[in-house]
């Protein structure tokens, strides 16, 4: 089975989730936050990387994680957090709501810079789901910093 990104299911290791937050980076890092219109990609960036994350989004939440954890860990671009945040991490929710609040606690409560994702979010959760992530936001617990 073929994920609609043409990414193997069975093929999904540590390379292969590098090799995704590296796509997203450089599909995201080219937007100007400060332009009138940042939201227009130039045609060359990398386009497979966003099927390929949303196809993990999907169908292997875990792995989408996974990935998030990785772009964490190679950027601090604003613009690819910001849609790291307002893409993968806000459908994650969406999607699975109570099931992944146990992963985003996790982090939350480990790095700071997960934290600040959370302030690029909008509210695609129930009003208690919201109000814990928002709890998160505001702890300072971490010690990556």
Do not use: H
Not at 105 to 124: C, G, I
């Amino acid at each position: 089975m073929l994920l609609i990104s043409g990414i193997n299911p069975s093929n999904i290791g540590p390379s292969e989730i590098s090799r995704i937050a590296k796509a997203w980076i450089e599909r995201y890092e080219k937007i100007n936050l400060d332009d009138e219109k940042p939201m227009i990609l130039p045609a060359d960036t990398n386009p497979w990387g966003d099927p390929a994350m949303f196809d993990l989004v999907d169908y292997f939440p875990e792995k989408a994680f996974l990935v998030i954890d990785e772009v964490l860990l190679q950027t601090d671009n604003e613009a690819v957090l910001c849609n790291l945040a307002a893409g993968p991490l806000e459908s994650l929710l969406a999607k699975y709501g109570e099931a992944v609040m146990p992963q985003i606690e996790y982090r939350a409560k480990n790095s700071s810079k997960f934290r600040d994702l959370f302030s690029w979010m909008y509210q695609v959760t129930s009003d208690e789901l919201w109000e814990r992530i928002m709890a998160l936001a505001n702890t300072n617990m971490d010690t990556d910093r």
